[in-house]
C-alpha cells in the first residue's frame, strides 16, 4: 500500500527552526521526484519546494529561498523539509508529494501521490 507520512510539525516561535520528514512506505522513494507543498487557513495550496528524482535539481519558492532546503534519502525513503528563519507567514498544513516525471511537481502537483499532512504554527 503506497503510503506517505508527514512528521515533525509543531508550534515554534518567529525566528525558529523545524526539520519536517515525509517517511514513504509500499515503494521505493529512489525513482521518484519530490515535492512539499504549504495551505494556510483560507488561503489556496501554494507549492513550497521540489527536487528531482536525481537529486540534482530543485525548485523553491521564492517566498523560502534561503530558510528552507528540501532533502532526500532514498536508502530510508524519506524525505525531509528543513525550514529556519520562520516566520508566522509559514503558518499552513504542510504536505509532501511524490511524482513520476521531474517536472509534475511544478506543472502538475494534483498528479502525485501525497501524505495527509502536519501543521506548522509559526506564533509568538
Known amino acids: 500500500q503506497v503510503q506517505l507520512v508527514e512528521s515533525g510539525g509543531g508550534s515554534v516561535q518567529p525566528g525558529g527552526s523545524l526539520k519536517l520528514s515525509c517517511e514513504t512506505s509500499?515503494?521505493?522513494?529512489?525513482?521518484?521526484?519530490i515535492g512539499w507543498f504549504r495551505q494556510a487557513p483560507g488561503k489556496e495550496r501554494e507549492g513550497v519546494s521540489c527536487?528531482?528524482?536525481?537529486?540534482?535539481?530543485?525548485y523553491y519558492v521564492d517566498s523560502v529561498k534561503g530558510r528552507f532546503t528540501i532533502s532526500r534519502d532514498n536508502g530510508n525513503n524519506t524525505m525531509y523539509l528543513q525550514m529556519s528563519h520562520l516566520t508566522s507567514e509559514d503558518t499552513a498544513v504542510y504536505y509532501c508529494a511524490v511524482y513520476h516525471k521531474d517536472s509534475d511537481c511544478e506543472r502538475d502537483p494534483k498528479s502525485g501521490f501525497w501524505g495527509e499532512g502536519t501543521q506548522v504554527t509559526v506564533s509568538s
Open positions: 527536487m528531482s528524482l536525481s537529486g540534482g535539481s530543485t
Open positions: 509500499g515503494f521505493a522513494l529512489r525513482p521518484y521526484a
